[in-house]
């Protein structure tokens, strides 16, 4: 969201008022903002990307997700939730998932969060015939030791990963600027920097 943009939500949120584009009658409104991001607000602040009033208006009521490595038994729920999804979508029938599998994807440490688990089951749908789900679980847990690995390495290595499971494709939905939370300019920068390239 630009300064600008970040501006005219602060003016509607403190005075209730805005002029719609082309009409110079000031409307008076009445509302309650729910926002969510997955970015850290106070680093943007400290960039000067995010208005300081803006946040404290903001962040009356703020409720924290932790990230989906520490709450692993709620994948189970949220694979059975995506599944029915994409089995309406692509006309298959998923009964089981294996035990093993389950147990694998609870034991990855999703840094991408759901949205990567979501399309981790997005593509175990699609290459699955049978009724039973055949999962690639991402392997970046056995891949990369973090005690012992830099940041660079783990950096490198997890986004390899989510390329990896992209098709190596970095801009669109879904794709793996959008599964990394980055601009596809700012990925493209950092795969340049960690030496990232298609073999």
Request: charged share 30%; proline share 5%; net charge positive.
């Given at each position: 969201?630009?300064?600008?943009l970040?501006?005219?939500?602060?003016?509607?949120?403190?005075?209730?008022?805005?002029?719609?584009?082309?009409?110079?009658?000031?409307?008076?409104?009445?509302v309650?903002?729910?926002?969510?991001?997955?970015?850290?607000?106070?680093?943007?602040?400290?960039?000067?990307?995010?208005?300081?009033?803006?946040?404290?208006?903001?962040?009356?009521f703020?409720?924290?997700?932790?990230?989906?490595?520490?709450?692993?038994?709620?994948?189970?729920?949220?694979?059975?939730?995506?599944?029915?999804?994409?089995?309406?979508?692509?006309?298959?029938?998923?009964e089981?998932?294996?035990?093993?599998?389950?147990?694998?994807?609870?034991?990855?440490?999703?840094?991408?969060?759901?949205?990567?688990?979501?399309?981790?089951?997005?593509?175990?749908?699609?290459?699955?015939?049978?009724?039973?789900?055949?999962?690639?679980?991402?392997?970046?847990?056995?891949?990369?030791?973090?005690?012992?690995?830099?940041?660079?390495?783990?950096?490198?290595?997890?986004?390899?990963?989510?390329?990896?499971?992209?098709?190596?494709?970095i801009?669109?939905?879904?794709?793996?600027?959008?599964?990394?939370?980055?601009?596809?300019?700012?990925?493209?920068?950092?795969?340049?920097?960690?030496?990232?390239q298609r073999?």
């Amino acid at each position: 969201m630009s300064l600008d943009l970040q501006a005219k939500l602060l003016r509607v949120l403190q005075e209730g008022q805005f002029e719609r584009l082309g009409n110079p009658k000031t409307i008076e409104v009445d509302v309650r903002v729910i926002a969510a991001t997955n970015r850290d607000l106070a680093e943007a602040i400290q960039k000067g990307t995010f208005r300081d009033d803006l946040y404290y208006r903001l962040n009356v009521f703020p409720i924290t997700i932790p990230p989906l490595r520490e709450r692993r038994k709620d994948i189970p729920i949220l694979v059975w939730h995506f599944v029915p999804e994409f089995a309406d979508r692509m006309g298959k029938r998923i009964e089981t998932i294996p035990k093993k599998t389950m147990e694998a994807l609870q034991s990855y440490s999703w840094p991408g969060n759901v949205r990567e688990l979501r399309n981790v089951i997005e593509n175990a749908m699609i290459i699955t015939t049978g009724t039973s789900l055949k999962v690639d679980v991402p392997k970046l847990s056995a891949s990369v030791n973090a005690d012992n690995a830099s940041l660079q390495e783990v950096e490198r290595n997890h986004i390899l990963s989510v390329l990896e499971m992209t098709g190596w494709r970095i801009r669109g939905k879904n794709g793996a600027a959008e599964i990394l939370g980055l601009k596809p300019t700012t990925l493209e920068s950092r795969m340049h920097k960690l030496d990232i390239q298609r073999k």
